[in-house]
C-alpha cells in the first residue's frame, strides 16, 4: 500500500500568459508561498536553457517570489553531483520548463536530483510543469504522435516521473488537435484517465485526487472504464481505432475534477 | 407524428479516395442501384461546378454507374425552371459535392428541386454528399467556426436541409481538429447528437435510425444528453465551455451506431 501523499501538482498545456495578467504563473508563485517562496526551475528539457531559464528567473521574481534559482542540469553526471540535493531542497516550488520530456525523465530519473524531486513532491512542495513539463508528471507519459484520427499505437509512451498516478497527460491539447492520440493512449489501458490540457490553461492537482482548472482555455478529461466496444486487441498498428462508449469533461478555469470518482465537482 | 420515412443517407467527411479503392464511392454506387443506377451529381456546393462534376461524372461511370447527370444550378431561377423535377426525380442516387453549405440551402431551399430531393428521399433513394455536402443533411447545420478549444458561440449554424433529425454533422473532422465546434454546437441544446466525420470516411444512414461507418478513418458521435454541469447559459460568447460529462463513440469501418438509442451497435 502506499501512502498518502500531500501532494500538489500545477500541470500546464504549454503557451500559458506571460504578458498580460500571468494568472496561471502567479497562482504557482501563490502555491509556492508568495513573498516567502524560493522557486528552482529546471530546464532540463529545453536545448535553451539560459534563454529559458533567464525569462521564467525574472518572471518569477516579477510576481512576487523571494528567491528564484535556476538550476541547470545538461547530463546525468550534474544530476547525481554531490550537493545537488541541499541546493534544490529547500525549495518552495520546483517549476519544469518544456522541451522534450524524454530529456527530462532521461536526465532525472535515478538520480540524486530526482529522488529529491519525490521527496519535495511528497513534502507538499509545490511541483509545476509546462509543455514537456506538464507530459511528464504521470506514470506513464506520451511522447509523440500525430494529430488526427485516433489510430493505433500512433504514438509512443514512456515511463515518466510517477507522481501522479493513472493518470496520462497531454498538452497543447486542443490547439494541435491531439484528441485522437490521447483515446490512443487511454485504449491500451482504460483504468487510465486521459486529460488533455489546453494551452494557457492549467490543472492543480491536490492530494493526488482532485483537480481544479486554472488558465482561459479548457480541460478535457477523457474515461474509457466503461466502455464496451473496442478493437484494440485485434487490430493491426495504424489502424482507426473503435472505442465506445468514453465518458468525456470539458471543463474550465474554476471548475473542478474528483480523479477517483471520476466526476467533475459542482 | 412524422410519416415512417425509408430514406437512406451516405454523409460522407470529405477528401473521400478517388484513385484507388474508392470503397465508399463504389459504395454509393452500389446503393444507388450499381448497373441499374440513375445518378444526379449536384455542384450547387461548389463554385467550380464544370470541374468538380466532370470529376464525378467520370467517376461513377467508371464505378458501374448506368448513368450520370450533372446538375449545375446556380441560382435559384433554375431551382424552379420548369421541367426540373422531371431531370431529376428519375434518379436512384443523388450526390452533393463539397463546397459551401449555404451555397446548397440557399439556391435549394424552397423550390423544386428542394422538393423534388425530399420525395426521392423519402422514396428511399440514396441521398449522399461530401463535405458541405455532408453538413447540409442535418436540420440544423454548422456553417463555421474555429478550431481548438471548445468556446461559447465560436460557430455559425444556419438551417440545413433536413434530411437527418436531431443531428448535427461536422466533416474533415479529426483533420480539422473540430471536436470543439462539435461539442459548442451540441451544447446548445444537448437533445441533438454531434456527429464528426472524418476524410475519407462515411456514415450510411438507414431508416432515420441507424448508421454503420464505411472508409478508412473514424466518426465520433458525442452525447450530451445526459450531461448535469455545464456554462452554456451563463458564460459570455467567445468564453471557454464546461461540458460534463458528454458520451462519447469512437468507430471506425464496420461499425454501427444506433442514432435513437444512442449506442454503438455490436
Do not use: W
Amino acid at each position: 500500500m502506499t501512502e498518502h501523499v500531500e501532494g500538489r501538482l500545477l500541470i500546464i498545456g504549454g503557451a500559458e500568459d506571460k504578458k498580460n495578467e500571468c494568472k496561471i504563473l502567479k497562482r504557482f508563485v501563490q502555491e509556492a508561498g508568495g513573498k516567502e517562496s524560493r522557486i528552482t526551475v529546471l530546464t532540463a528539457a529545453t536545448e535553451l536553457p539560459l534563454q529559458v531559464g533567464n525569462e521564467y528567473h525574472s518572471l518569477f521574481l516579477e510576481l512576487g517570489a523571494r528567491e528564484v534559482q535556476v538550476l541547470d542540469v545538461s547530463d546525468r553526471i550534474q544530476a547525481n553531483r554531490r550537493g545537488i540535493g541541499k541546493e534544490f531542497e529547500n525549495s518552495t516550488g520546483v517549476f519544469f520548463t518544456g522541451g522534450d520530456q524524454l530529456r527530462i525523465t532521461g536526465l532525472l530519473g535515478g538520480t540524486i536530483l530526482g529522488s529529491t524531486l519525490q521527496q519535495l513532491y511528497e513534502r507538499g512542495v509545490i511541483i509545476a510543469g509546462t509543455s514537456a513539463g506538464a507530459s511528464v508528471m504521470s506514470d506513464t507519459m506520451i511522447v509523440g504522435g500525430e494529430a488526427g484520427t485516433a489510430k493505433k499505437d500512433s504514438l509512443t509512451m514512456a515511463p515518466g516521473l510517477g507522481l501522479l498516478r493513472s493518470v496520462v497527460i497531454d498538452q497543447h491539447f486542443a490547439q494541435r488537435g491531439r484528441i485522437g492520440r490521447l483515446l490512443s493512449a487511454i485504449s491500451h489501458n482504460p483504468y487510465v484517465l486521459g486529460v488533455g490540457i489546453d494551452e494557457d490553461t492549467a490543472i492543480l492537482v491536490q492530494d493526488d485526487a482532485r483537480f481544479t482548472v486554472v488558465g482561459s482555455n479548457t480541460v478535457t478529461v477523457a474515461d474509457a472504464s466503461s466502455s464496451t466496444t473496442t478493437n484494440v486487441s485485434e487490430t493491426s498498428p495504424g489502424q482507426s481505432l473503435v472505442l465506445s462508449p468514453i465518458l468525456l469533461h470539458v471543463l474550465s478555469d474554476g471548475y473542478g475534477f474528483d480523479l477517483k470518482r471520476r466526476e467533475s465537482l459542482l
